[in-house]
């Protein structure tokens, strides 16, 4: 049995599952989508371990800030971002320097 399995992943990101549930959605073309489904979609679109990078929504990360999403960088854990609906999820991105190179683009 393995111990170890290999991933494309170059960082991960950390995101709280409790306000994502308390916006119900928020991002994305229409404002439905979870922070962590429209973040995922800009991988290379592939899904899982073999994605440029991880999404990973957690559970309540104890911050708790009224109608915004925490996320925390793996690669930064020390800078936590708050993140208002209807920010493009771009613009999340860039900001923590995440890779976003969307399904389609050249």
């Known amino acids: 049995m393995r111990d ?5 992943w170059r960082g991960a990101v950390l995101v709280c599952g ?10 994305g073309k229409h404002g439905r989508t ?6 995922r979609k800009l991988g290379n679109g592939k899904k899982g371990r073999k994605a440029d990078f991880g999404v990973i929504e957690t559970g309540c990360l104890k911050l708790c800030p ?9 690669r930064q854990p ?19 320097g995440v890779p976003s190179q969307a399904k389609g683009s050249g």
């Open 4 to 8: 170890e399995v290999e991933s494309n």
């Open 18 to 27: 409790k306000c994502t549930r308390k916006l119900r959605g928020g991002f």
């Open 34 to 39: 979870p922070l962590a489904t429209a973040w």
């Open 66 to 74: 009224k109608g915004r999403v925490v996320v925390v960088d793996t």
């Open 78 to 96: 020390d800078r936590w971002l708050l993140v208002e609906p209807g920010t493009p999820v771009e613009d999340v991105a860039a900001r923590l």
